[in-house]
């Protein structure tokens, strides 16, 4: 399967693409990564991201767009893959749609975590580090900081949502609960059965 997992800050991605993508046997691919590992191979995608990232400024489309296009193109990612982080804004999107066509590929299915504002706060708000044996809040987990966060979201990602819908592709689950409850139900909108559901649920002899 190609899926996409969208979510707010606080809504658990991270947690549940790993394991999502476990579960479907395709690597979960975030754009945390892909930049990392650019930038610390000095590609020449992160040699031009490098010097946006220096200065302060956001990395243009064109070349996120291009280092996750070579990422989908790796050997591993043929089968499929589960995209973490990107896309971020609609026309990301759009470029996403155009790379996977020349890839003669497409989306199964963009698979949305719903939680609460409040929620969301209390959690990323409650996160702390420890700093010289001392639990320290950091800056950008302050409850105005993470309300900003989400402002942010809701203008430049929330509206992917509608975008994917219209194209038919969108399944969204409630992200409150345990992780593996969380799970099992992103496994049910993906239409994926887990191994021992399936072994569990084996006709028996009579």
């Known amino acids: 399967m190609r899926v996409v997992l969208l979510g707010p800050p606080g809504a658990g991605k991270g947690t549940q693409a790993q394991i999502i993508a476990g579960e479907l046997g395709v690597p979960a691919i975030s754009t945390g990564d892909i930049f990392r590992a650019n930038v610390t191979g000095k590609t020449e995608l992160g ?53 996977l066509t020349e890839l003669d590929q497409h989306l199964d299915c963009v698979l949305e975590l ?24 950091r800056e950008d987990d302050k409850p105005e ?25 969108l399944a969204t689950i409630d ?6 409850e969380v799970t099992a139900r992103a496994l049910v909108a993906l239409g994926h059965q887990r191994d021992d559901d399936e072994t569990a649920e084996q006709p028996t002899d009579r």
């Open 175 to 180: 992200a409150i609960g345990e992780i593996d």
């Open 145 to 169: 900081t993470v309300r900003h966060r989400l402002e942010v979201y809701r203008e430049q990602t929330a509206p992917l949502s509608g975008w994917y819908d219209q194209a038919g592709l």
């Open 47 to 99: 040699t031009q991201a490098k010097v946006y990232m220096d200065a302060g400024d956001l990395v243009p489309d064109e070349i996120t767009v291009a280092m996750v296009s070579d990422r989908l193109a790796e050997p591993d990612a043929k089968a499929g893959f589960l995209l973490d982080g990107f896309p971020r804004t609609i026309a990301q999107a759009e470029q996403l749609r155009d790379s």
């Open 114 to 137: 719903v939680v609460d504002e409040d929620e969301l706060v209390r959690r990323l708000s409650g996160r702390v580090v420890v700093v010289d044996g001392k639990p320290v809040q």
